[in-house]
């Protein structure tokens, strides 16, 4: 059966905000197309619900959060993102409810992105690998406070705190998806998201014996050229698009 022709996602914007659970959840794939966009003059603002605390099993949370946090502010710096913001969800165990919610929906109102864009929120990967708790709570959070952000009823100490509601939200992009219906070409931005992954390098020399940046250029050589057959033969980063 052939798949469908993924589009090229739309490009008439000027802000995002890229919502994630982890350091180093958009570096995993979303970086090329971040690092496409900022050389196109738009502003993205990374929000990571926790600090990835719980990443690493030779250091402990209270010494792991700050390192992660230092090497995610580096890692988006390489792609051209200035703001990185954490809500201080504990890592492991972020649980989707409306506290999740709202906290979202304020850094949306705050921010103000035509595009948002978060991680795969479904049960698995693909269907081969299940996902992680924290990645699903953060994802289908996203998703939902879109509409939360607009909405002046749903959590009004927002108003309170002078965060009016915005409607402005045109389309939520899920990287990771086993669905996608649109792409970004990773050819300019390639280079530089292999980079912004290698920052990661006390998570990545945890994770793996290879060495980091043989790890991280296979990796994302093997993602980009997934779904370029999808994408007239260009390397890309896919995404799965809901229009708002």
Not at 5 to 21: F, G, H, K, N
Request: hydrophobic share 40%.
């Amino acid at each position: 059966m052939t798949q469908q022709r993924l589009e090229p996602l739309p490009a008439d914007w000027s802000r995002a905000l890229a919502v994630v659970a982890h350091p180093d959840d958009l570096e995993y794939g979303a970086a090329a197309a971040v690092a496409d966009w900022t050389d196109g003059g738009r502003e993205v603002v990374y929000l990571l619900a926790s600090r990835g605390e719980a990443g690493i099993d030779t250091l402990p949370p209270e010494e792991c959060a700050p390192l992660r946090e230092r090497e995610q502010r580096a890692s988006a710096a390489v792609v051209g993102v200035r703001t990185v913001e954490f809500l201080d969800h504990r890592d492991g165990v972020i649980e989707y409810g409306t506290g999740l919610r709202c906290d979202i929906a304020a850094a949306i109102r705050r921010h103000r992105p035509e595009l948002v864009v978060t991680l795969n929120h479904r049960d698995t990967w693909g269907g081969v690998a299940w996902n992680t708790p924290d990645h699903r709570a953060v994802g289908r959070a996203t998703l939902d406070a879109v509409a939360d952000a607009g909405n002046r009823w749903i959590f009004p100490e927002l108003t309170e705190q002078g965060l009016q509601p915005w409607n402005g939200v045109r389309w939520t992009a899920v990287a990771g998806s086993d669905r996608p219906t649109h792409a970004v070409d990773a050819t300019a931005g390639f280079e530089r998201s292999v980079q912004s992954l290698l920052a990661h390098r006390t998570y990545i020399q945890a994770l793996t014996k290879e060495a980091p940046e043989t790890y991280c250029r296979s990796f994302l050589k093997e993602m980009v050229e997934s779904g370029a057959d999808r994408f007239g033969g260009r390397p890309a980063v896919t995404f799965e698009v809901f229009a708002h």
